[in-house]
């Protein structure tokens, strides 16, 4: 298969390429998603996208910190570059794990500090800000959506229109061909013609691994399974770290195929990553289906 594709949608009056415009589609449907399920779980719209907004935030920041410093042989020379985010240059995980951490600080704002200045005299936040506007922020209408919210419920929502937004915005990283893999003379091995896509850069017209198509599979797989779970896995939060656990494995396997930095052991900045995810996910769900099934 040979792509062609110019990387850049246009380049004038600003730059657009094919992966940011992937990128903004693929978290639109996870937004749209998670808000038409939500529905039925008896969450509000407003904490859907409040909630986004931090997780969009976060997720853009990690993304780009995580690149950073998988490529900091590169930036601490170019540091200028850093903040060029149009050059391209984000990485997933950054994005997946900064942006969850994002989005559980809002919750956690939101609703315990809410509880803390409604049962108090006195919070960090009123004398911050002053008791008038502490308590239209923390009593307001926003305040009472979240009181009663469920982590864990919203987290398992998350999970599988996650997958979906990756599907789908994972398109332009296909298109851009700017993840570097390993050759191959397989025959689905994908072969980048246009001057500016990274893997021309790189390998000119040799065929390499197609493995974001192999991401895309991935979580594409991760979706149907995490669909079928619903209901079934319980408590709430488990079908979240259930994804985390198929992506974790998925991604340390697909790794060895792309050319990134080696950090340790032959081992990748990702593959790092996938273990660390693995060493909290697995116990989490193996002590939480313990307890559920002592509890039955």
Same mark, same amino acid.
């Given at each position: 298969m040979t792509i062609g594709i110019d990387? +850049?949608?246009?380049? &004038?009056?600003?730059?657009?390429? %094919?992966? @940011?415009?992937?990128? +903004?589609?693929?978290?639109?449907?996870?937004?749209?998603?998670? &808000?038409?399920?939500?529905? $039925?779980?008896?969450?509000?719209?407003?904490?859907?996208y409040s909630v986004a907004l931090w997780v969009i935030i976060g997720g853009i920041l990690g993304a780009r910190l995580v690149h950073v410093i998988d490529r900091w042989d590169y930036y601490q020379?170019?540091?200028?570059h850093i903040y060029q985010v149009w050059r391209g240059g984000i990485a997933i995980y950054g994005a997946l794990i900064f942006g969850t951490l994002s989005?559980?600080?809002?919750?956690?704002?939101? $609703?315990?500090? @809410?509880?803390?200045?409604?049962?108090q005299k006195q919070t960090w936040l009123k004398n911050l800000v002053g008791e008038k506007i502490a308590k239209g922020y923390l009593q307001g209408s926003m305040y009472a959506k979240f009181k009663d919210l469920s982590t864990g419920r919203l987290l398992d929502l998350v999970a599988p229109a996650m997958a979906i937004g990756q599907t789908f915005g994972r398109l332009g990283d296909v298109i851009n061909?700017?993840?570097?893999?390993? $050759?191959?003379?397989?025959? %689905?091995?994908?072969?980048?013609?246009?001057?500016?896509? @990274?893997?021309f850069t790189f390998h000119g017209?040799?065929?390499?691994?197609?493995?974001?198509?192999?991401?895309?599979?991935?979580?594409?797989?991760?979706?149907?399974?995490?669909?079928?779970?619903?209901?079934?896995?319980?408590?709430?939060?488990?079908?979240f770290i259930t994804y985390g656990i198929i992506y974790a494995i998925g991604r340390f396997f697909i790794q060895f195929m792309r050319?990134?930095?080696?950090?340790?052991? @032959?081992?990748?900045?990702?593959?790092?990553?996938?273990?660390?995810?693995?060493?909290?996910?697995?116990?989490?769900l193996a002590l939480r289906a313990t307890w559920t099934s002592r509890s039955n």
């Open positions: 990387p +850049f949608i246009f380049r &004038d009056p600003i730059v657009l390429s %094919w992966h @940011g415009f992937f990128t +903004f589609v693929g978290v639109g449907i996870a937004i749209y998603l998670i &808000d038409r399920w939500s529905s $039925k779980e008896e969450i509000d719209s407003d904490v859907i020379d170019n540091m200028s989005g559980l600080s809002n919750i956690y704002i939101r $609703k315990h500090l @809410g509880l803390v200045y409604a049962g061909g700017e993840h570097i893999s390993s $050759k191959t003379d397989l025959a %689905w091995g994908v072969i980048y013609s246009h001057p500016d896509s @990274g893997s017209l040799n065929p390499s691994h197609p493995v974001i198509i192999y991401e895309m599979l991935l979580t594409a797989f991760a979706f149907i399974v995490l669909w079928n779970l619903r209901g079934r896995l319980g408590p709430p939060g488990m079908i050319l990134d930095s080696v950090w340790f052991a @032959g081992l990748q900045e990702a593959h790092l990553i996938s273990l660390l995810l693995l060493t909290i996910c697995v116990p989490i």
